[in-house]
Each structure stands twice: as C-alpha cells, then as structure tokens.
C-alpha cells in the first residue's frame, strides 16, 4: 500500500546532503544509485547529491548531473556547511588524505573506497574522526561489493578471529583466470580489465600485489584489533607467472591466485601476525581455486564461529557503489535517529587501540614450488635432492619435465619449512654449476 505524506510532513523531512568527490568509475556508479532511489531503501530518497568535485568540468559524463553542482574547487566541498556527508572516491594519496581529514575537522562523515589511504593513514583518520565525533565508513575499500568490512566489524565481533584468507584483487583475479582459460597473454588481458573499470588508474598497484597488501592491511586492522603497519606485509605480484608456470601447477591439480593472508602465529601465551600477499598455487579442491574472473573471496575463521567465507564481484563500478551507497546509508540512519557526537557507535566507528606485531616473513612456515632449469645429465636430481636434505627440507614432489635438447626443467614441491631456510636451499641450488636458473618460487596452499 502506498502512504500519502502531507507537503508540509515531507517539507519536515531532513534531508542528507552529500558532496562527492569524484565521478570516474565508482562515482558515477554512486551518483547513478542516488539518482534513482525507486524500489531502494526508502532512506534513499532523504540523500541529495549535493555538490560533486572533479578534474575536468569538460569531460562527457554518463550521468546526468547538472553543471552547476559540479566544481573542480574540491577544498570548497568539504568545507561547506551545509555537506553532512563526504563520499571520497577519488583515488591516490593525495589529495584524497587532506580533504578527508579537512572534512572531519568541519565536522562531515566520510565514506570513502581508498584503501591506499586507510592502510596507510587510517590511524591517523579514525583518531580525528573518533575527536570529531563523525564516522568514517570504508566498506567499498576491500571486496568491492562484497560486504566484509562491516560484517567483520559488527557481525563476527563476539569471534576471536585466527585467520583470513582471500582473493581480494579483482583485476589479476581476471588476469590469471584468463591466462589459465586462453593461455592468453598478460598485456591484453590486463588492457581488458583496464577497460573494464576494475584496474586502478595506475594498474601498477594490481600487478604487484600492492592493491591486495592495503587491504589484506585493513582487514587485518579490524580483525585483531589495531594498527598493522603496512609496509611490513610481505607482498609479490603476479608479473613473474609465466604460462609454464600455469601448465604445470594444472598438471599437478592446482591453480595459481594471488593469495593475500594475515594469521595469527601463537609462541606461547602471546602471538604476533602473520600477514603476506603471494601468488600461490591452490588446490583445485579448495574453496578459493573456483573462484574466477573479477570474484573475489574472504575465508574467516574465527573463535568460535569456525570458517566463514565471503563471496562477490570485487571490483567495477556497479558493485563497488552499491557498497559506498551502503555506507552512505549507515550514516544517514544514525542521523535520522538522532546523533549523538559525543557517543559514536563503537560497531560502526574504527579505533586502532594497539600496534599488531607482525612475524619477519623467513619466520613464516609455507610449502613451497620451485621450478628449476636444469642441465639435462645423469644425478642431477640427486645433487638437487640432497641441498634439500641438508637443509632439512622435506619434498613431496620432484618432476623433470620439458627436456630440450641440454636441458632439463625440475618442478619441486616441498612440505612446510620456514622461509628463511627455504631462501637459503636456493642460494645454494643456484651455486650448483648444473642449475641454470630458478625460474620460479611460488607458495603453495
Ligand atoms: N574501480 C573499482 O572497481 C574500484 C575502485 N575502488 C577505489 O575507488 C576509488 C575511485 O576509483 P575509480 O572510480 O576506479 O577511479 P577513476 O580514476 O575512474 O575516477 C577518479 C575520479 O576522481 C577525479 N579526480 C581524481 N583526482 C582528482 C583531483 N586531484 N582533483 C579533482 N578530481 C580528481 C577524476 O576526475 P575526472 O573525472 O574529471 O578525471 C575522476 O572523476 C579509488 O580509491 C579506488 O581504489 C575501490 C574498489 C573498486
Ligand atoms: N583495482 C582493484 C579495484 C577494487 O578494489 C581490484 O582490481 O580489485
Ligand atoms: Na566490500
């Protein structure tokens, strides 16, 4: 049944404004939901696209805004009195640290999707916000659309959480699912994904694991209770997996994903973390080897919830603004019933309380895959065998595969050593006069 509501009880009706910074992929995406609030959450439709900040006031936008909202003056949004909400989504560093942070000492909520800004200066922003009495959400910043920043943060609250575990980069998610389906080469493929709004400006950030190392940062911030420094997360890309690589890990029933993980690593009564970003190869049997294309997926487990697993499209444009406009949304509705700025909801709210100490990667323990090139002679996998065996290392597999001629290439798996030795078995491999290269280190699940 449909209400009648009298002019003057919707004349009563508070309106939201927001100030938007950025109308690229993800902003025009938000704007395109808070255009067009029918069959929405009612909330919706008390939000006004208020003020929207841009480069280029000349750009051919494909949502229909007026001009006179639209500035490239973005200091001005987040000054004005009458913006409730900031929703940042412009990218990068800078600006987007200083007019967060101007919007939170003028008294605005943000909402932003800049997990570069977070993991690095998210202390730093929560502990303004928390002064200002004003609520920073980021549920867009890790898994697109995938909602997992506020589940972890209200939802799986009462669980002492032991691990997560995730495919949390859409665009080399993309990159390898194709390059395992096509055999297709990395330049074009990462082009489409580019095209397809799921790369960051700089695709650099994908490509390195960089992207996945913020938000592996932030959600290890939330899940264990403080500060992780983020430029002690271990972090690979992806640009060293060669179509080899790909076959072979196939042939022994895995597939290769960038991985990004943070544990707890328990000595004694007390713990530290760990926490990496590496493309590793998964067992075809486990959860995340099926998950393809831009999906992404968090495995948490928690004390004493056990494994909870999150899956959804991690990038574009659709998906990421349906998390902003969540965000939006959670704010409006704590207005609507009556803020309190003295008194934020500490579910909702972020505060770092500690610093998380994170484990020196050569003290982590993983199995390992190693691809050698190798003369092609008689021993040569003896010779290989016994560094191993010095160092204490145990292998599961040993192949020789791809004889060409003198050559010979060897794909080892190994059980579970620490790092650090596992470096040391191949600084000696690589001073046997027979090994010609190591081509390839990857983890292994
Ligand atoms: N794309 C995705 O799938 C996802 C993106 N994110 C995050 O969302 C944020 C936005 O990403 P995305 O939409 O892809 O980025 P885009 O590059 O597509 O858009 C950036 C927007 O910000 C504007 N802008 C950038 N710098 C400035 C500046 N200095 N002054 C004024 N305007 C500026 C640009 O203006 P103009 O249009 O005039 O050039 C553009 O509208 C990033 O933090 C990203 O990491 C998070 C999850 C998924
Ligand atoms: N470039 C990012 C966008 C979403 O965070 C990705 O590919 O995952
Ligand atoms: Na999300």
């Known amino acids: 049944m449909v209400q009648a509501v009298s002019v003057d009880d919707w004349k009563q009706r508070v309106t939201f404004k927001v100030g938007l910074l950025g109308l690229g992929t993800v902003g025009t995406g938000t704007a395109q939901i808070l255009l067009d609030p029918a069959d929405r959450q009612p909330l919706l439709q008390e939000l006004e696209l208020y003020r929207v900040g841009v480069r280029s006031l000349d750009k051919p936008r494909s949502v229909d805004i007026s001009r006179d909202r639209l500035t490239t003056d973005l200091e001005s949004i987040v000054r004005d009195p009458a913006v409730d909400i900031v929703v940042e989504l412009l990218g990068g560093l800078e600006p987007s640290r200083s007019l967060i942070l101007t919007a939170i000492a003028h008294g605005k909520h943000v909402v932003t999707a800049n997990k570069a800004v977070i993991a690095r200066y998210g202390e730093e922003i929560f502990a303004a916000a928390a002064d200002a009495g004003v609520y920073v959400l980021l549920e867009a910043a890790v898994g697109g659309g995938i909602p997992v920043i506020e589940p972890l943060k209200q939802s799986l609250c009462a669980n002492r959480i032991q691990g997560i575990l995730g495919i949390i980069n859409g665009t080399t998610n993309y990159i390898l699912t194709r390059m395992q389906r096509e055999g ?37 911030s939330l899940a264990f209770g403080g500060r992780v420094e983020r430029s002690q997360i271990t972090c690979e890309g992806i640009r060293a997996i060669t179509a080899s690589d790909i076959a072979y890990a196939e042939g022994l029933g895995f597939t290769i994903k960038l991985l990004a993980k943070a544990k707890r690593q328990h000595q004694g009564d007390t713990w530290r973390l760990e926490a990496s970003v590496y493309p590793t190869l998964v067992p075809l049997s486990h959860p995340l080897a099926s998950v393809n294309d831009v999906y992404n997926a968090i495995l948490v487990e928690g ?44 579910l909702l709210a972020c505060r770092y309380l500690q610093t998380v100490e994170l484990a020196p990667a050569a003290e982590t323990a993983a199995r390992f895959y190693l691809r050698i090139v190798v003369q092609d002679s008689p021993g040569v996998i003896g010779k290989v065998g016994t560094i191993f065996g010095e160092q204490g290392i145990s292998l599961e ?41 190591i081509a390839n280190l990857l983890h292994v699940l």
């Open 184 to 220: 297709g080469d990395f330049g074009p493929i990462l082009a489409d994904a580019q095209r397809l709004g799921y790369a960051e400006a700089d695709p650099t950030a994908d490509v390195d694991g960089w992207d996945a190392a913020d938000k592996i940062a932030i959600l290890a």
């Open 303 to 346: 004390d004493p919830v056990g494994q909870v697993m999150f899956f959804g499209p991690g990038a574009g444009a659709g998906p990421t603004a349906s998390a902003v406009v969540a965000d939006i949304l959670n704010i409006a509705a704590v207005l609507s019933a009556g803020s309190d700025r003295d008194h934020l909801d500490p």
């Open 397 to 437: 597999s040993i192949v020789q595969t791809d004889v060409s001629g003198e050559t010979a290439e060897l794909v080892v798996i190994t059980h579970e050593v620490q790092e650090g030795i596992m470096r040391q078995a191949i600084t000696q491999l690589e001073a046997l006069p027979l090994v010609q290269a």
